[in-house]
């Protein structure tokens, strides 16, 4: 990125001290994230600094202005439940110089500043049940100090993002298209998602019949969206924030299954190491629920569902990309989406072959953690 713009972006924040130096930071697929280095006084900072990816949020003014809502109602529930570090445990803003939190380029492009959470790093693969418990009470609790927001409904950012027929027929609508010639390369793949076509309306139809509410949830619960304590090891506060909106808590819940519950990358090429580990399961769902002990009885007998869905959706979703030429998810290799596909499709049949027992485990589950909606 070009080193003018980014000193520009870096002065361009309250922040306060001299700048140092800007460099490219994490492993996210859709913005922009450089960590900004300050000399403050002799006292080394950091600062996150993000360009809003356009063209996936069409309207980033109402996507601050959601991302500032929710931070500020974070920061004011932690501080009624007087919990230690608050500003360790909620993502917060810097203000920009010119008004606002957002800072737009001469190209129109949208910036914003986060403070460094430091002492806390995102892990891409989870290696210990503990963590996986650990990332799912985080996400539960985040969706918990969300529940009483107060009005306006929060803004869809992108609108229809969970909505799997939706995302089916995008699959469909590429594969006939076929700008890129892929077709013939990945035959194998749409065969598996075709087979599967039944799943995408399940959930819709639950949640249009009235059986599962809508509630304010995060809908990127990817397990390297949460942030873990280096030294106590907790995890600490949750962050990309720029999807939270309206959804159902069983995406937020499917999600974490899908990125926490095989012990392999998301684009694992291996795919004989790509499974489901139903102790890993059973910490996520002790983990949701403690965290979130409020879904009722309807949204506790989707869980084992909702991690299926959501992994053959993004599976749909990387396939999609694949086919027209990878416009979307940020790619490291020729293939990358493809490989990301296969991974997520293995683990759909992971699921699908364990279903029973990891029913059993959300049963037992939901017995020892009540629904507490009730009276
Ligand atoms: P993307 O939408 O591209 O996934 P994220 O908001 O998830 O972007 O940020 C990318 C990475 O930057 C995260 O995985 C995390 O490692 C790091 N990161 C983001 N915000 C912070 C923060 N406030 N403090 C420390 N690290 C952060
Ligand atoms: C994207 O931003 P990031 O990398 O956390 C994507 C998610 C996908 C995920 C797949 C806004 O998440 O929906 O599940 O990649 N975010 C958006 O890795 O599309
Ligand atoms: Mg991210």
């Given at each position: 990125?070009?080193?003018?713009?980014?000193?520009?972006?870096?002065?361009?924040?309250?922040?306060?001290?001299?700048?140092?130096?800007?460099?490219?930071?994490?492993?996210?697929?859709?913005?922009?994230?450089?960590?900004?280095?300050?000399?403050?006084?002799?006292?080394?900072?950091?600062?996150?600094?993000?360009?809003?990816?356009?063209?996936?949020?069409?309207?980033?003014?109402?996507?601050?202005?959601?991302?500032?809502?929710?931070?500020?109602?974070?920061?004011?529930?932690?501080?009624?439940?007087?919990?230690p570090d608050p500003e360790r445990r909620a993502l917060q803003l810097v203000p920009a110089r010119g008004g606002g939190f957002a800072f737009v380029d001469s190209d129109g492009e949208y910036w914003r500043t986060w403070r460094f959470v430091e002492g806390a790093s995102s892990r891409d693969v989870i290696r210990t049940r503990t963590d996986a418990r650990r990332?799912?009470?985080?996400f539960g609790r985040f969706q918990t100090r969300l529940a009483d927001l107060p009005g306006p409904r929060l803004h869809e950012t992108i609108p229809r993002f969970h909505d799997a027929r939706v995302r089916f027929?995008?699959?469909?609508?590429?594969?006939?298209?076929?700008?890129?010639?892929?077709?013939?390369?990945?035959?194998?793949?749409?065969?598996?998602?075709?087979?599967?076509?039944?799943?995408?309306?399940?959930?819709?139809?639950?949640?249009?019949?009235?059986?599962?509410?809508?509630?304010?949830?995060?809908?990127?619960?990817?397990?390297?969206?949460?942030?873990?304590?280096?030294?106590?090891?907790?995890?600490?506060?949750?962050?990309?924030?720029?999807?939270?909106?309206?959804?159902?808590?069983?995406?937020?819940?499917?999600?974490?299954?899908?990125?926490?519950?095989?012990?392999?990358?998301?684009?694992?090429r291996d795919l004989s190491k790509v499974d489901l580990d139903p102790a890993t399961f059973a910490a996520l769902v002790e983990g949701y629920l403690a965290g979130a002990p409020f879904l009722t009885p309807a949204e506790r007998a989707e869980l084992t569902f909702s991690g299926l869905l959501m992994t053959l959706v993004v599976g749909i979703r990387f396939l999609t990309d694949h086919l027209r030429g990878d416009v979307y998810f940020r790619i490291h290799r020729p293939g990358h989406n493809l490989d990301r596909c296969r991974a997520q499709l293995r683990l759909v049949s992971s699921i699908e072959r364990q279903r029973e027992r990891l029913e059993a485990i959300v049963a037992a589950g939901a017995a020892l953690s009540p629904d507490r909606s009730g009276p």
């Amino acid at each position: 990125m070009d080193p003018e713009r980014l000193r520009e972006v870096a002065a361009a924040f309250e922040i306060p001290g001299r700048w140092v130096s800007s460099s490219r930071f994490g492993s996210g697929h859709i913005n922009d994230t450089i960590v900004a280095v300050f000399d403050d006084g002799g006292r080394t900072t950091r600062w996150v600094q993000q360009r809003i990816n356009r063209s996936v949020f069409a309207d980033p003014v109402k996507l601050m202005e959601n991302v500032a809502r929710v931070t500020e109602h974070q920061r004011r529930a932690l501080l009624r439940e007087a919990v230690p570090d608050p500003e360790r445990r909620a993502l917060q803003l810097v203000p920009a110089r010119g008004g606002g939190f957002a800072f737009v380029d001469s190209d129109g492009e949208y910036w914003r500043t986060w403070r460094f959470v430091e002492g806390a790093s995102s892990r891409d693969v989870i290696r210990t049940r503990t963590d996986a418990r650990r990332a799912a009470e985080a996400f539960g609790r985040f969706q918990t100090r969300l529940a009483d927001l107060p009005g306006p409904r929060l803004h869809e950012t992108i609108p229809r993002f969970h909505d799997a027929r939706v995302r089916f027929e995008s699959l469909v609508d590429a594969a006939r298209a076929d700008v890129r010639g892929r077709f013939d390369s990945c035959r194998a793949e749409l065969d598996l998602v075709f087979a599967r076509e039944a799943a995408v309306d399940r959930l819709l139809s639950l949640h249009d019949k009235g059986a599962v509410p809508e509630r304010i949830t995060h809908n990127d619960t990817k397990v390297n969206n949460v942030l873990f304590d280096e030294v106590t090891g907790e995890a600490l506060c949750v962050i990309d924030l720029d999807t939270v909106m309206p959804g159902l808590a069983l995406y937020d819940f499917g999600d974490l299954v899908r990125t926490a519950a095989s012990p392999t990358a998301e684009d694992e090429r291996d795919l004989s190491k790509v499974d489901l580990d139903p102790a890993t399961f059973a910490a996520l769902v002790e983990g949701y629920l403690a965290g979130a002990p409020f879904l009722t009885p309807a949204e506790r007998a989707e869980l084992t569902f909702s991690g299926l869905l959501m992994t053959l959706v993004v599976g749909i979703r990387f396939l999609t990309d694949h086919l027209r030429g990878d416009v979307y998810f940020r790619i490291h290799r020729p293939g990358h989406n493809l490989d990301r596909c296969r991974a997520q499709l293995r683990l759909v049949s992971s699921i699908e072959r364990q279903r029973e027992r990891l029913e059993a485990i959300v049963a037992a589950g939901a017995a020892l953690s009540p629904d507490r909606s009730g009276p």
